[in-house]
């Protein structure tokens, strides 16, 4: 369907108008409420916390040395690398 409004709205389109909705009918802001918690409780915060070990795990620190330091653009300190290591693993993840 090429007019369908869910492919032409964006993310935040969309949470304002289901605010909007939810404002204005008290069953549907229950059903919303519903189908959020619903989507939390599927969340394996278990998983979640055995990613983010692994992926602190798995940032070697003689490359977080070698990425950190003088560089001709400037100096990165090697808190800074590490947040940034760590960053990149975690987008790689998801």
Do not use: Q
């Not at 969340?43 to 040395?65: F, P, T």
Request: a negative charge; aromatic letters at 8%.
């Amino acid at each position: 369907m090429k007019n369908d409004i869910f492919n032409k709205i964006t993310p935040e389109e969309a949470l304002g108008i289901l605010k909007c909705i939810s404002k204005t009918d008290n069953k549907i802001k229950r059903k919303i409420i519903d189908l959020a918690e619903d989507l939390f409780r599927n969340v394996n915060i278990e998983e979640i916390c055995e990613n983010v070990y692994y992926a602190l795990d798995g940032i070697g620190v003689h490359e977080l040395w070698d990425r950190s330091g003088a560089r001709s653009d400037g100096f990165t300190s090697p808190e800074d690398m590490a947040v940034e290591m760590f960053e990149e693993v975690m987008e790689k993840k998801m």
